[in-house]
């Protein structure tokens, strides 16, 4: 198994084999303070949450290939990012909006809010079965 991560200081998104070895960057360009990643084995996808200069949730695949964004509207802070396996849809939580939205992850459409608070700082956010969970500051 591989383990996937962000590091918003230098702007990159690495992986590497459970135990360390292998180690390298999977994106190191176009990316502006990523927050947080999502991984798909199955459908071989990568996402990942932007709070930079243009807030975005983008895809690629595990290697780093075909980066596409595909939300870049009506976001500021998103933070946490989950999948739900099951019904194919790609989660995530804004702390600045205080929403929780969704999209269809293959297409990026379809994008509903699923929750909506206010002074909330949505921190992270995680979807299993009919649940969802989240964690704010």
């Given at each position: 198994?591989?383990?996937?991560?962000?590091d918003?200081?230098?702007n990159?998104?690495?992986?590497?084999?459970?135990?360390?070895?292998?180690r390298y960057?999977?994106?190191?360009?176009?990316?502006d303070?990523?927050?947080?990643i999502?991984v798909h084995?199955e459908?071989g996808y990568?996402?990942?949450?932007?709070?930079?200069q243009?807030?975005?949730?983008?895809r690629a695949?595990?290697d780093?290939s075909?980066?596409v964004?595909?939300?870049?509207?009506?976001?500021a802070?998103?933070?946490?990012i989950?999948?739900d396996y099951?019904?194919?849809?790609?989660?995530w939580?804004d702390?600045?909006?205080?929403?929780?939205?969704r999209?269809?992850?293959?297409?990026?459409?379809n994008?509903?809010?699923?929750?909506?608070?206010?002074?909330?700082?949505m921190f992270s956010?995680?979807v299993?079965?009919?649940y969802?969970?989240w964690?704010?500051?």
């Amino acid at each position: 198994g591989n383990i996937y991560w962000t590091d918003h200081g230098f702007n990159l998104i690495e992986v590497a084999r459970l135990n360390g070895s292998f180690r390298y960057v999977v994106i190191s360009e176009g990316l502006d303070q990523p927050r947080s990643i999502a991984v798909h084995p199955e459908k071989g996808y990568l996402f990942w949450t932007e709070w930079g200069q243009t807030p975005c949730i983008g895809r690629a695949h595990l290697d780093g290939s075909e980066k596409v964004v595909l939300v870049s509207l009506g976001i500021a802070w998103p933070n946490g990012i989950s999948i739900d396996y099951e019904e194919n849809k790609l989660y995530w939580c804004d702390a600045r909006t205080d929403k929780i939205e969704r999209i269809d992850l293959e297409s990026g459409g379809n994008r509903e809010i699923v929750l909506s608070g206010s002074n909330v700082d949505m921190f992270s956010v995680a979807v299993f079965g009919a649940y969802i969970y989240w964690s704010d500051r």
